[in-house]
């Protein structure tokens, strides 16, 4: 995207991050672009430039796809509040997000081939609204708290994922995957996970408590 759309479109900064998520027939792009102030003038300015960026992806995600695909362009934009994702750089390393502490740390301690993992770098990120660190340790806690409340339970993979600009507390997918003991079958306890899940979803704000405490680590 950064390649020849960027030679036309000088107001697309370097830095952007896509996150898509499909469901059934349905695809769901979440693009966040770094747009570079000195190429907007306004406010109506910067909305033609999303718009172009939603335009564009749309276009190319039909080249590849027959599926119906929603894209979601700088999510977290408040118009009326007057906050955008302007930026001076065209990066977010000037708001102090600049990943440096490493792809290859997991939170959990955990390094699994084959399995799910997170890409996520978690240490030295802020635990007040740095989704990638706040879900990491939410869901080794969720695992735990599953594992320990419900029996019959052999093993469970949890995965959480987010959209920017919504509330943490209401993921964008929040699955837990489970393998169960002989004799156990998912449809008996999964009402039981769920309502774990949920109850654990409900309190993360204490995920942040906690790391501030030094009660929770993320290596």
Do not use: W
């Amino acid at each position: 995207m950064n390649g020849h759309y960027s030679d036309d479109n000088p107001v697309l900064g370097e830095d952007v991050k896509i996150m898509g998520k499909r469901e059934g027939d349905r695809i769901d792009v979440t693009v966040a672009a770094a747009m570079v102030d000195r190429y907007v003038a306004d406010i109506d300015e910067y909305d033609d430039a999303v718009g172009d960026v939603r335009e564009f992806v749309e276009n190319l995600a039909g080249r590849f796809t027959d599926r119906h695909v929603d894209v979601h362009v700088n999510t977290a934009d408040d118009y009326e509040a007057g906050s955008i994702y302007l930026t001076t750089t065209g990066t977010s390393a000037e708001q102090g997000d600049d990943g440096s502490v490493g792809r290859g740390n997991r939170a959990n301690g955990l390094i699994t081939p084959n399995r799910s993992m997170s890409m996520e770098a978690t240490s030295g990120k802020n635990p007040v609204n740095h989704i990638g660190k706040i879900y990491n340790l939410l869901s080794t806690e969720v695992a735990r708290s599953v594992v320990e409340e419900v029996d019959g339970i052999r093993e469970i993979r949890v995965r959480l994922l987010s959209q920017i600009g919504q509330p943490i507390d209401r993921p964008h997918v929040a699955d837990a995957s489970l393998v169960t003991e002989p004799g156990v079958d998912v449809a008996d306890i999964e009402a039981e996970v769920a309502a774990i899940v949920d109850r654990e979803l409900a309190d993360v704000t204490s995920i942040t408590e906690r790391v501030i405490d030094g009660e929770l680590s993320t290596f």
